[in-house]
Nanobody, 120 residues
């Protein structure tokens, strides 16, 4: 299972970023996908998982109403659209895949992280 997250960078508070995560076709068609993040000195937390069909999504309380997760089957890519970014959103963002959709952080497969830094 290969996952490739990208799109991180430096953005000012109130700005937006979109993070794509490309997956192999086999992974994408049958696995739930999820976004997680880990800030310096903190534990990894779930941000926004999405079912294999795209019909079910969850959001962490801290990102509800600001972040949107989606998936594009034609491109085998899952996206995290982040709007109204806050300095506390600064973290390394990871995408992950698992056969089961869950809000835990114990997913089976992980990509490398992409750093998002939000300046005040």
């Amino acid at each position: 299972v290969q996952l490739q997250a990208s799109g991180g960078g430096l953005v000012q508070a109130g700005g937006s970023l979109r993070l794509p995560c490309a997956a192999s076709e086999r992974t994408f068609s049958s696995f739930a996908m999820g976004w997680f993040r880990q800030a310096p000195g903190k534990e990894r937390e779930f941000v926004a998982p999405i079912s294999w069909s795209g019909g079910i999504t969850y959001y962490g309380d801290s990102v509800k109403g600001r972040f949107t997760v989606s998936r594009d089957s034609a491109k085998n890519t899952v996206y995290l659209q982040m709007n109204s970014l806050k300095p506390e959103d600064t973290a390394v963002y990871y995408c992950a895949a698992d056969r089961f959709l869950t809000t835990s952080v114990t997913w089976d497969y992980w990509g490398q992280g992409t750093l998002v830094t939000v300046s005040s």
